[in-house]
T-cell receptor, first 114, second 113 residues
Framework: DSGVTQTPKHLITATGQRVTLRCSPRSGDLSVYWYQQSLDQGLQFLIQYYNGEERAKGNILERFSAQQFPDLHSELNLSSLELGDSALYFC?????????????FGPGTRLTVL | AQSVTQPDIHITVSEGASLELRCNYSYGATPYLFWYVQSPGQGLQLLLKYFSGDTLVQGIKGFEAEFKRSQSSFNLRKPSVHWSDAAEYFCAVGAVSWGKLQFGAGTQVVVTP
């Protein structure tokens, strides 16, 4: 158990809908990262937040957004969902924003878009 | 452009045999290198990491990896695999200027009796 929690574990929804994925980092970690794992794209970095502020952006679609709240939990919002958004979404956390920090991964949320 | 390559998509190994997983990276400076393992239905677990110093790194579960700058490689090894080592293994690279880990495509390891 990494100490990173993600809810829900599974999510099934329809195209065009909007969903919110939630992540609670390890106690004391200030950075949260979101990754998408799909069969065709592999593991891709989406976005990083550090202490409430966006720190780095990767291959995140405009339909996707994220935020980190004062209690340091983070939410990833996916809207206007398409079939291709079906994937496993991982959250990871680290102590600070330093990129040498070990990132600890949560168990993931499996999103299925029908 | 930075990249991480895991040349082997799939490896089958007998229980008790040795295992070596290859990872090559492309990056202008010294990268920070990681190996993660993903068991079926699970998240990613860090096996080991290299930042600097001794180029032979010991990790959990009996794994080790060797950083070879001249070959831009960071191969993962285990002397004797157990059935529980069946999983997907990911090499990743991070760097000071990046806010992310860049992952390789992964190597699926199957362990046969």
């Amino acid at each position: 158990d990494s100490g990173v929690t993600q809810t829900p574990k599974h999510l099934i929804t329809a195209t065009g809908q909007r969903v919110t994925l939630r992540c609670s980092p390890r106690s004391g970690d200030l950075s949260v990262y979101w990754y998408q794992q799909s069969l065709d794209q592999g593991l891709q970095f989406l976005i990083q937040y550090y202490n409430g502020e966006e720190r780095a952006k990767g291959n995140i679609l405009e339909r996707f957004s994220a935020q980190q709240f004062p209690d340091l939990h983070s939410e990833l919002n996916l809207s206007s969902l398409e079939l291709g958004d079906s994937a496993l979404y991982f959250c990871a956390s680290s102590v600070s924003s330093g990129n040498t920090d070990t990132q600890y991964f949560g168990p993931g949320t499996r999103l299925t878009v029908l | 452009a930075q990249s991480v390559t895991q040349p082997d998509i799939h490896i089958t190994v007998s229980e008790g045999a040795s295992l070596e997983l290859r990872c090559n990276y492309s990056y202008g400076a010294t990268p920070y290198l990681f190996w993660y393992v993903q068991s079926p239905g699970q998240g990613l677990q860090l096996l080991l990491k290299y930042f600097s110093g001794d180029t032979l790194v010991q990790g959990i579960k009996g794994f080790e990896a060797e950083f070879k700058r001249s070959q831009s490689s960071f191969n993962l090894r285990k002397p004797s695999v157990h059935w529980s080592d069946a999983a997907e293994y990911f090499c990743a690279v991070g760097a000071v200027s990046w806010g992310k880990l860049q992952f390789g495509a992964g190597t699926q390891v199957v362990v046969t009796p």
